[in-house]
């Protein structure tokens, strides 16, 4: 019976993109945002992920039935009127030109709770569960992260949480099995003001303590990270980057299959850091297929740096 990981994806995303093909313009439209992403690298990995998520208005709908139908991803939602997350880009000139981008309309203290209680149901079902950002700010109180790190933890359940700023402290009081944050991330949210070891190593050590049993930064080709039994460094093969959106989400993702599946943090770790690299040289995000993920697996180096 395969692994299955909850996630929690409150607003996930229509993505409409222009391409050029054959000198006439293209139209690509998908579902997307961080929840669904993590999904879709887990499911190729051969673990069921449940999206837990809101459906607000025509736009929701529509990403209701791409997840489904397209996708083929469990959900479970609430959904309403209202206005989704969403956005349209231009990429005819090469770069993403962005035409509209909104992150969607703010949910109601009942609609929080119901989201609440569906994922808290879904997470305790599962064998892990992933608590990922909105698309947009203001679309519900940080305090939801605290309520379902704290009872799924309460519950003996596994937390992983990818997420940054106030969301990041709110997780942390509720406290996560892994927490993932890149080093840009740890910047903007003042806890580093460099990119040394040393910097990011103390960083690490404070999130820590405040909640976290495991704590992964992601850099540009790789990560460190800090567990029970020391801290690692890992570094992935330099591949020719076509587009680096999502590839911390498939780290996570990859970091959680193995988690699901009770394997040790210097496998998941190893495999994270491969599925983050395969990402950067694809246009469809945390869209690899799993044998050129394990075929990478084999290069990342996974040094332990300290006890």
Not at 98 to 114: F, K, Y
Not at 168 to 197: F, N, P, Q, W, Y
Request: hydrophobic share 40%; proline share 3%; net charge negative.
């Amino acid at each position: 019976m395969p692994a299955h990981v909850a996630i929690f994806a409150p607003s996930p995303v229509l993505t409409v993109t222009i391409e050029e093909h054959g000198g006439e313009p293209d139209l690509h439209v998908h579902a997307g945002g961080q929840g669904l992403w993590q999904a879709r690298l887990l499911e190729a990995l051969g673990v069921e992920a449940t999206l837990c998520v809101a459906l607000l208005g025509e736009t929701g709908a529509l990403i209701g039935h791409l997840l489904r139908e397209q996708e083929g991803i469990d959900l479970l939602a609430i959904e309403r009127d209202g206005r989704a997350a969403a956005y349209v880009h231009d990429r005819r000139g090469g770069e993403r030109e962005e035409i509209m981008d909104t992150g969607g309309d703010a949910l109601s203290r009942h609609e929080v709770d119901d989201l609440y209680g569906l994922t808290l149901r879904a997470g305790l079902q599962a064998d892990a569960t992933i608590l990922s950002g909105p698309s947009g700010d203001g679309v519900l109180p940080d305090s939801i992260y605290t309520r379902l790190a704290a009872d799924l933890r309460g519950a003996g359940r596994l937390v992983i949480a990818d997420l940054a700023g106030p969301r990041l402290d709110a997780v942390l009081e509720g406290g996560v099995t892994v927490l993932k944050v890149s080093d840009e991330e740890l910047a903007a949210d003042g806890r580093i003001t460099g990119d040394s070891d040393k910097q990011i190593l103390t960083a690490m050590r404070k999130l820590r303590d405040a909640g976290a049993d495991h704590v992964i930064v992601t850099r540009q080709t790789g990560c460190l990270a800090l567990g029970p039994d020391g801290t690692y460094r890992t570094t992935g093969p330099e591949l020719q980057v076509v587009d680096t959106r999502g590839s911390g989400d498939s780290l996570t993702a990859a970091v959680t299959s193995v988690f699901a599946t009770g394997g040790d943090f210097e496998t998941a770790l190893r495999l994270g850091t491969a599925a983050g690299a395969v990402n950067v040289t694809r246009h469809g995000l945390a869209s690899a297929d799993p044998a050129t993920i394990h075929s990478v697996e084999q290069l990342v180096e996974v040094e332990r740096i300290g006890d």
